[in-house]
């Protein structure tokens, strides 16, 4: 029988395989069952034609947020819907934080909720995600 892997030796498979997540930069800063926190500072090649991040680069730090949320709980989870409402514009040199709140976890799905901040901990983004709940496991090996 395989041993299965802990919440941050999950997050660390999932990073190790990711280079759209290593390109962002983003920093794990907490990794428990069901939640994460992650950080990142906004770079030039970010921004948009406005000179404000780029709309996706929020998405994608709560995107990344919510896969690593998701699959801390040992089983292999992929999102199935996602939604965002941008509340604050971001300009280069910008740090900001996603926050994960898992809402209901089921055996089929489970539902987060992620609050962007930027570092004065003001609003910056605010995301929801579903995800869909495998049967296959995260294991050694």
Do not use: C, M, Q, W
């Given at each position: 029988m395989e041993k299965k892997l802990s919440p941050q030796n999950?997050?660390?498979?999932?990073?190790?395989?990711?280079?759209?997540t290593k390109w962002l930069k983003i920093e794990v800063l907490e990794i428990r069952k069901g939640a994460c926190i992650l950080q990142m500072t906004i770079r030039k090649e970010m921004l948009n034609g406005?000179?404000?991040?780029?709309?996706g680069i929020t998405y994608s730090l709560a995107d990344t947020a919510l896969a690593f949320a998701s699959n801390t709980h040992g089983?292999?989870?992929?999102?199935?819907?996602?939604?965002?409402?941008?509340?604050?514009?971001?300009?280069e040199g910008d740090i900001i934080?996603?926050?994960?709140?898992?809402?209901?976890?089921?055996?089929?799905?489970?539902?987060?909720?992620i609050t962007i901040k930027n570092q004065n901990d003001k609003t910056v983004a605010l995301f929801k995600g579903t995800v869909y709940?495998?049967?296959k496991e995260w294991e050694i090996g």
């Open positions: 999950i997050v660390n498979k999932l990073y190790e395989n990711d280079p759209f406005f000179a404000i991040a780029h709309g089983r292999k989870s992929v999102s199935i819907e996602t939604s965002i409402s941008h509340t604050e514009s971001l300009k934080t996603a926050t994960t709140e898992e809402k209901n976890l089921t055996n089929k799905t489970a539902v987060y909720h709940r495998t049967s």
